[in-house]
Each structure stands twice: as C-alpha cells, then as structure tokens.
C-alpha cells in the first residue's frame, strides 16, 4: 500500500473512512448511532469523490503518464481507489443488512413497495398524490434531444417499460426521474393497526415503485421496473484571483459551473439489465477510467443520517448535556473575566452560547469600539451573524473576513456576505492567493485613554450547530502580546502588504512552517545531547512531506513522538530504520476529533499550541492559519491532559502502523476501559467539584517520563468519577464526519 516513505493522501483517507464503517459495524455503538454512521460514510465518500478523485482525474488529464505525488502516481492510484471503494462497499452492504435485521427483530421494519398491506398501500397512494406527485419531474429518455444533466448528490430512478418478449411486444420506453428528497422525506412511517405494535417505514424510492403505474397510466405498458442511479461530479471551482465585488461574482458564476462538472462517478443499482446499464453510460459519455462502480438498491445513505425517531432511549448515545465553565458564572462579564484570567472552553463538553454572550455584551458595552472576526464556516440560523448585526446598530465598528472559498459553503457565506454589508459592516473576501482558515475574532474597548484588546483563538469554527458534534477548543485571552499579534493579522487583511510580526503566534503562510521546523529541531538537539526529548502532535490530517520527513530526523535522533491524526496520516510509523520512535493512533468516537494541538518537551519547559491548522501543505503555504500558545499553567494542565487521555483510549483508538493499521488498540488483560471522549467529559464535570487538580493529576504515557510518571494509579484514581447535576442546554449529537 505505501510508497518507499509516504502513505498516499487518498488511499490514507479511505482507510480513515474504513474507521467510520467500523463504527457502524461495532456492536457496542448503539443501534440507530450505527445507522448513522453509515450515513456519515457516504456522505463522506461523496465529498471525496467532489474533490479528491475529481483532482486525481484531472491530473491524469493533463499528463497521461502520470506525474510522481505523494505516495504514488495518479492513474495507479486512481485504480487502487476504484479497487477499495468496491470492497468497501461489499462491506458496506453486510453492515446494513445486519442493521436492518437487527431492526426487524426489534419490531422495526423497513419494507419496499411487494410488502404492503392493503391499508397500507391505500395510505403510500394518498400520501403519494398529495406530497409527492406534484413534485415529480419524469422525462421521457426516447423524445428527450438531449440526455438530462444528472444533479450531484441527487438519487434518480431510471424507468424501464416494456411489455416483454411477446410476439408482437411494442418498443419499450425509458424515462428518468429524480427522487424530490429536497422537499420530501426519505423514509415515511407508516400507519398499523392498533394490535400490531410494530413500526413500518418505507422508503421514498419504494413508495415510488409502488405508484409508477399511475405516473405513467398513458402507456399501459405490462412491466415497469425501476432502478436507481446517482451521479457524483467535481466542485473544485475554477476562480481567478480577483478579489471584490468582481469576485462574488466569479464565485457565483463558478458555482453554476460546479452544477454541470465532470462526472467522476456513477453508481447504478446492479441488478439493472445490460443494455439499459450500456445506454445510459453511452448517453453520459463515461471514458475508459470512469468506472461505473455497482450498487445496491438503495443510495445516498447520506439520508439515513435522518433516519425516523423510533425504538428505545438505549438505541442512541445518553443525553450529554454541556458542562457549565466553572470560571463563567450566570451574568457575569465576559470582558472582564477575560480581562483578569485566559479562559478555555472544550466543546462539546461545553457550551459555545458562551461565545456568542462574548459578542453580545461587546454588542452593547458603550466603551467597545470595533470587533473584528474570521468567519469560514457558520450555522444556518447563525446567532454569530445575529450578534455582529446588533454591534453595528449599535455603532460599532465591525469588520469580518469572509472565506467565499469555503468548500460547500461558499453560497451559504456569499448569503451571510451580503447580509452583513446591508446592515453596515465591513465586509472583506480574504487574501489573493490564500484563503482564510484562521478562527479569530479581536475586541477593542477603550477604558478612558487606554486601550484593551480581548482575543478568541479557535481550533474550530464559529459555528454553533457543529460546536455540539465537533472536538474543539477555543481560548479567549487579553494577553498583550497576543492581542497585539491578532491585531496584525487583521491588519494584513486590509492592506495585504503588511504581514506584521509574530512572536507569539504561530502564521501561516509567513512563518509557521519555519517555526514548527525549528521546534522539532530544538527536540532533536535535546535528544542528542541526552536530554527529555518528546512531541504530542493532534490533527486532523498529517501530509506535509517536508514536516513528514522532518519528523522521521527526529524519531531517529532519539525523539518520543506520538502523533493523534484523525484522518489522513501519510507517515509511516513504528517501521525499523524509517520511523523509529514514533506512534500514530486515530480515535473515531461520538463526536468529530477535530482540534490541533502540538505539545513539545522543550528541554523541560514544554510548550503548547492550540489551533487551526494541520500538517499539511496547503496549511501551511496556503491558506492564513493561526496557533496559539497556551500560557496559562491552570489552561495548559488541562490540554495536557486532553491528549494524555486520548493517548491512553484503549475502546476507540485505532492503530496506524502497517503491521496493525486500523486495528483497534490490544487492551491488556485487566485493564478498565478508557473512552477518551467519555473520560474527558467525567473529568471536566468532576473538575467542578475538585477543581483544576483533577487536570493536573493526569499524566502524559510517555516512556521519557516514566520515571517520573505514576500515570497508571493516578488515571485509575480518576475513574470513578463524581456526577454533577449541570443544566441541560443542548444534547450533544452524533457528529457527522464532513
């Protein structure tokens, strides 16, 4: 699978969404958790396929032969995924199977259109004409000039109708339609009699099936038979580098363009005849590497993420509610907590509103003059929007940084772009050349003659939907250093030609790869002197080959280093001669493993950055990334004992060595189970009652300070951990892995 060095990005990724598949297929995982969690794999897969394999595609394209990338060349590796992907899918398929099985002896049933009851084909055929029909699109395929361009992410039928072999049989016809998923639910519950006390759900694409004769009674044809088909293209967008109005418009354009992209898949269902299967690949002009790839019956088990409320509480992950910040009492002030200590909030453990109170108090505090933000990602109904709107009717100045080039996001963003000018603020599209990935937001509030800056320096985005499903940090602050170096970013936001200077913070593209090569360096010079030398490196992707090849020098130099990697890891560890002294595990749970944090032992004096970016190269040459130091002693127990529990998960960690790649972690014989995420939450609800020591006592599994270290009474010390009655806010969710 790897190349001499490098585990190739994309053959990596797959193997992270193996990860996912595993969870659908672990008994232990609740029931419909398990369900979604195949939703999760398919929707990840389809994102995949948009940018990954349409990118691999188009390189192809431009060199037949195949250009030398990270851990292979193109063409091969796009047959290596077409190889996987199937076998992914068999598995797949096994999975569901034994979902719904295991549903149907709970008395859930999932049936298709040949198993109705007579009063239940009377209710799909009321439902079908009131909710359905008059959303339905059907185009006859034998009249149509030109073939209809297939919607990404969209699930189709194509409609055989014939009247079989007899002498004398018409022509058959074919037509296509489009399942309305947008407007119409998935999965519709249907009714039972009071004495049956099972529950029957049918499926959009059946309850279909079950009236085509009544969407097309003209034909009286004998057989009508549908199978589905879906097709998946590339969203890379093509935009020059024109910033403005003139670029909202190009993103706009490109936008339409992304509608009408290049096929880079086509599933069908595999029990289609032939000669259907061959007109519709002559009709989509599908090329000798774009394989159709065989299906099930059904697709876009993204839906199956909505899959209908049924069966007990055990089906589903117990309630979590946040965990309310000890330092943060009911009314109090953000400003000026922040003001006398550094905060950090661990979501989703605990709750972002208490962001959004930061920008409400500064909204209408009189003495705040401007609040500044980086915004890529943000929620539907954003109470983040809401709040920036009510600081400029109340005359402040607000600026934010729109990333229009946010992947799938991007019309969502030109939205919220558009509403924030119309209320008054200043709205800015970014850096030519980079995008913005930064999570940043700066608050200035003069106090007489003085000046205070109040900074927020995030892993994830400010988005409060996703703080509830993603693993995430986020540190408020009034150090002056760092509130000074915040300002600078901003600065070069507007004039672009004044990138400022860090000390504190770690900027990409200006100076981050530098710095964390100097960083690994000082751990190499220590472990060469006979010094305590060690890293803890989390992220969500490690690819940089320089960064890769960096961390190999020290491994070998004698450095400890343990890397957490939730998605693509490209290095190679624990191989003799390559990458000695290096480990890599990934941890896939309830919630998304989403925040970076880079721990280095620093000959003793450890340092600790959290942030936005990961290893990778566009991160750090691309793309405008901020990390942050975590000076706090009280705050940096903390993270350090985030990433000693995630070190010691023996339920959910996975291993990425090649020997044992993607293997859950051996727990040895009478060890108690460790579950980071679940661990972590009982930490910092016991943490309310015990205080900070309950951080402080939890120490890193390093072989370096095992002479120093009593980690293993000291965790077990911690098991048992207190309940604390919190309030409830929000339940936190299974966490879609977009």
Not at 167 to 179: C, I, T, V
Not at 420 to 442: D, Q
Not at 511 to 534: C, D, F, K, P, V
Not at 713 to 735: L, Q, Y
Request: hydrophobic content about 40%.
């Amino acid at each position: 699978m790897p190349h001499q060095q490098f585990i190739n990005r994309e053959i990596s990724w797959l193997a992270f969404n193996a990860r996912v598949l595993q969870e659908a297929a672990n008994v232990e995982v609740p029931l419909l958790e398990r369900l979604k969690f195949l939703g999760i794999f398919s929707s990840n897969l389809d994102e995949f396929f948009r940018v990954r394999v349409a990118s691999l595609k188009r390189m192809v394209d431009v060199n037949a032969t195949g250009s030398e990338i990270l851990g292979g060349k193109p063409k091969k590796i796009l047959q290596q995924i077409q190889e996987i992907v199937l076998e992914q899918r068999h598995s797949f398929d096994k999975i569901y199977s034994k979902i719904e099985s295991e549903l149907k002896e709970n008395g859930i049933h999932i049936i298709d259109e040949s198993e109705l009851s007579v009063d239940q084909g009377q209710f799909v055929r009321n439902y079908f004409q009131s909710k359905v029909r008059p959303r339905l699109v059907p185009i006859m395929l034998d009249n149509a000039r030109v073939f209809p361009n297939l919607k990404d992410k969209s699930v189709y039928l194509t409609i055989n109708l014939h009247d079989g072999n007899a002498p004398g049989a018409r022509k058959p016809k074919m037509a296509l339609m489009e399942l309305p998923t947008d407007t119409v639910p998935r999965f519709i519950v249907l009714p039972h009699s009071d004495d049956d006390l099972n529950t029957y759900i049918i499926l959009l694409d059946d309850l279909l099936r079950y009236n085509l004769r009544e969407i097309f009674a003209i034909f009286r044809y004998k057989y009508i038979e549908a199978y589905t088909i879906k097709a998946t293209r590339d969203a890379e967008l093509d935009v020059e580098e024109e910033y403005g109005d003139t670029y909202i418009q190009k993103v706009t354009k490109s936008l339409k363009q992304r509608k009408r992209g290049r096929l880079v898949r086509f599933i069908y269902d595999e029990k289609m005849p032939p000669e259907m299967l061959r007109f519709l690949i002559r009709k989509l002009k599908l090329r000798g590497q774009d394989n159709p790839i065989p299906g099930a019956r059904y697709h876009n088990f993204k839906d199956f993420m909505k899959f209908p409320d049924v069966g007990p509480d055990s089906w589903r992950y117990p309630s979590a509610p946040s965990i309310p910040h000890p330092d943060i009492q009911p009314n109090a002030s953000m400003l000026q907590l922040i003001h006398d200590r550094d905060l950090l909030l661990h979501y989703p453990y605990q709750n972002f509103s208490y962001l959004i109170d930061l920008l409400r108090e500064s909204a209408i505090d009189p003495q705040v003059e401007s609040i500044k933000m980086t915004l890529y990602r943000v929620a539907p109904n954003s109470n983040v929007i809401n709040a920036l709107i009510n600081a400029v009717k109340n005359g402040k100045q607000v600026m934010v940084v729109v990333e229009l080039q946010a992947r799938f996001d991007e019309e969502a963003n030109i939205f919220w772009a558009d509403q924030l000018r119309e209320e008054g603020a200043k709205v800015m599209f970014g850096v030519p050349g980079l995008k913005v990935h930064s999570k940043l937001c700066l608050i200035q509030r003069k106090d007489r003659s003085t000046i205070h800056r109040y900074a927020y320096i995030g892993t994830g985005n400010f988005n409060e939907t996703t703080s509830r499903l993603y693993g995430d940090h986020g540190l408020f602050t009034a150090h002056k250093g760092i509130t000074q170096e915040v300002n600078n970013i901003f600065n070069f936001f507007e004039s672009n030609f004044k990138p400022g200077t860090y000390k504190h913070l770690l900027v990409s593209p200006f100076h981050m790869r530098s710095e964390i090569t100097a960083l690994i360096n000082n751990e190499i010079a220590n472990a060469q002197a006979g010094r305590t030398a060690y890293m803890v490196l989390k992220m969500n992707s490690l690819v940089d080959e320089e960064l890769i090849v960096k961390l190999y020098e020290a491994g070998k130099a004698g450095v400890e280093i343990k890397l957490i990697v939730r998605g693509i890891c490209s290095i190679i560890p624990g191989q003799l001669g390559l990458s000695t002294n290096i480990e890599a595990i990934s941890i896939v749970d309830r919630y998304l493993e989403h925040t970076r944090v880079y721990l280095f032992a620093n000959g003793g004096e450890e340092k600790l950055y959290i942030g936005s970016s990961d290893l990778m190269t566009r991160n750090l040459d691309r793309r405008v990334e901020v990390v942050a130091p975590i000076y706090d002693p009280k705050l940096f127990s903390q993270i350090k004992a985030f990433l000693a529990v995630q070190l010691l998960d023996n339920v959910k960690s996975r291993n990425l060595d090649l020997d044992n790649y993607n293997k859950l972690r051996v727990r040895p014989e009478g060890e108690e189970k460790l579950q980071a995420q679940t661990y972590f939450y009982d930490l910092i609800k016991q943490s309310m009652i015990e205080g900070n020591s309950v951080f402080e006592d939890i120490k890193l599994p390093l072989k370096s300070l095992e002479k120093h270290n009593s980690n293993g009474s000291e965790i077990k010390k911690k098991r048992n951990v207190k309940k604390v009655n919190a309030p409830t806010s929000d339940v936190i969710e299974s966490a879609e892995l977009d």
